[in-house]
């Protein structure tokens, strides 16, 4: 089982509805988890973070979070064709020496307009 | 902030050449990171320093790779011998403590 798996898409949705990304890991002891996201040809960029189960609100964004299901979410309300990109799941175990952090492969979202 | 720097931006090199990558993190940041990131693997971490010492380079594909941090303003990724199978875009991230991570704009190498 990969640590962090990610449906790899393409995801296709049209401007104004919700975009729903998934992620699922297999290390129970992770504790911070990340979406970026990163357009073709560039670096990631960070959406959000969440430590603790449930959701969190950030603008369009929201990040759901059930480490009993091993499950973190990414919801994009309104989505726009700026929206389309690659997005990466990011889960982080430990700190100082004992630092793990693995990425899933990510997700491609294509918004049409 | 100037973010993270990283030098050169593309880098062409024949098989066998050693090829030297360069990241400068943002300051004050304590943790430096380097990955790589094929279509195939996705983004993979290969090393990371804190506060300029190694702690982690389980990711290192093999010998051929070693990675310096001399200062905490300057890390290096060399490649020696380079293969082709090396090929990829590779990245630098800093963080501070062990949260959100910026990326540099990445090295894209080919090599023939």
């Known amino acids: 089982q990969k640590e962090v798996e990610q449906n790899s898409g393409p995801l296709s949705v049209p401007e104004g509805a919700i975009a729903s990304l998934n992620c699922t890991y297999s290390d129970r002891g992770s504790q911070s988890f990340f979406w970026y996201r990163q357009y073709s040809g560039k670096s990631p960029e960070l959406i959000m973070f969440i430590y603790s189960n449930g959701d969190k609100e950030d603008g369009r964004f929201t990040a759901q979070l059930n480490k009993a299901s091993q499950y973190v979410s990414l919801l994009i309300r309104d989505s726009q064709p700026s929206d389309s990109a690659t997005y990466l799941c990011a889960v982080i175990r430990g700190g100082g020496s004992n630092y793990k952090l693995t990425f899933g492969k990510g997700t491609l979202l294509t918004v049409n307009p | 902030d100037a973010g993270v720097i990283q030098s050169p931006r593309h880098e062409v090199t024949e098989m066998g050449q050693e090829v030297t990558l360069r990241c400068k993190p943002i300051?004050?940041?304590?943790?430096l990171f380097w990955y790589r990131q094929t279509m195939m693997r996705g983004l993979e971490l290969l090393i990371y320093f804190n506060n300029n010492v190694p702690i982690d380079d389980s990711g290192m594909p093999e010998d051929r790779f070693s990675a310096k941090m001399p200062n905490a303003s300057f890390s290096t990724l060399k490649i020696q011998p380079s293969e082709p199978r090396d090929s990829a875009v590779y990245f630098c991230?800093?963080?501070?403590?062990?949260?959100?991570?910026?990326f540099g704009p990445g090295t894209r190498l080919t090599v023939l």
């Open positions: 300051s004050g940041h304590d943790y």
């Open positions: 991230a800093s963080s501070r403590l062990t949260d959100t991570q910026y």
